[in-house]
């Protein structure tokens, strides 16, 4: 059972920063492409960045130039640099493979992320 624990949430004040990680619990994890979504409140959740095993990288309009999505497949860890955050950032944040032609793994609890003043 594939294993997704997201951490580094929290609150910021408009402008701020926060790095995400990811820690997926699978073998071969550097052949798999990864990626992030948001779920804001009332909404459904929306990939925001993704990363291929060739480090491919693409990102959602509303996140590009803010936002930067990276991998260390020695840890297998997925991370997302998120500058100068704005209150639509807020929500919660979770990771999975990003793969169109693969199920979902379980999703994690995800990581919570609040930009306020």
């Known amino acids: 059972q594939v294993q997704l624990v997201e951490s580094g949430g929290g609150s910021v004040q408009p402008g701020g920063s926060l790095r995400l990680s990811c820690v997926v619990s699978?073998?071969?994890?550097?052949?798999?492409?990864m990626g992030w979504w948001h779920q804001a409140p009332g909404a459904q959740r929306e990939m925001v960045a993704r990363i291929s095993n060739a480090d491919l990288i693409r990102y959602s309009d509303s996140v590009k130039g803010r936002f930067t999505i990276s991998r260390d497949n020695a840890k297998n860890t997925v991370y997302l640099q998120m500058n100068d955050l704005q209150p639509e950032d807020t929500g919660v944040y979770y990771c999975?493979?990003?793969?169109?032609?693969?199920?979902?793994?379980?999703w994690g609890q995800g990581t919570r992320v609040t930009v306020s003043s």
């Open positions: 999975n493979q990003a793969s169109s032609s693969l199920p979902s793994w379980p």
């Open positions: 699978r073998d071969m994890f550097s052949v798999f492409s």
